[in-house]
């Protein structure tokens, strides 16, 4: 399985911040939206993220104010990214590696979307599902040899004679 069809599944929404916005803006597209993350773009280049994670340190270092800095001195300006070629293998393991819940996909310089930990989750459990239907289909639809079926109803006919 790949990014691609993570995406393929989820849609296309993106949601982007500028890196020179107030970081209270940025906020509120991340409340209005119900989303844990954007993508920081400046001039079509992707510049950074902005997670809830880097909101949450930023609330700890000005005392719990967010008026005042901008998105630039708050976000993670080196996220890890990947392409819709990706395995999602590969994918689980960067994102554990760098304890990342949120990584934009890229198309060379092209932003294609952003899946994060549940996403790559959720396709996981999918899949597997999915691989666990068809096994127990296989093997409720397995073909009965001729001198195995007849052994076990040979035997409960002697049963019930003997008894």
Same mark, same amino acid.
């Given at each position: ?38 993508? /920081? *773009?400046?001039?079509?280049? %992707?510049? =950074?993220?902005?997670? #809830?994670?880097? !909101?949450?340190? @930023?609330? +700890? ?43 934009? /996909? *890229?198309?060379?310089?092209? %932003?294609? =979307?952003?899946?994060? #930990?549940?996403? !790559?989750?959720? @396709?996981? +459990? ?38």
């Amino acid at each position: 399985m790949k990014v691609s069809d993570i995406l393929r599944v989820k849609g296309s929404a993106l949601y982007t911040a500028n890196p020179d916005q107030p970081l209270a803006e940025a906020i509120a597209v991340m409340s209005d939206n119900d989303i844990g993350s954007l993508v /920081v *773009m400046e001039h079509g280049d %992707l510049v =950074g993220m902005l997670t #809830f994670r880097e !909101v949450i340190q @930023a609330l +700890v270092k000005n005392a719990g104010s967010i008026n005042g800095p901008r998105v630039r001195s708050v976000m993670d300006d080196c996220p890890l990214t990947c392409t819709t070629a990706t395995e999602i293998d590969e994918v689980r393991r960067m994102m554990l590696e760098r304890h990342a819940r949120y990584m934009p /996909v *890229m198309n060379q310089r092209t %932003l294609m =979307g952003v899946i994060s #930990f549940y996403d !790559v989750a959720k @396709a996981v +459990v999918e899949s597997q599902d999915f691989e666990n239907r068809m096994l127990k289909a296989y093997i409720r639809d397995w073909p009965v040899e001729e001198g195995a079926a007849a052994a076990p109803a040979e035997s409960a006919a002697g049963t019930a004679s003997q008894a």
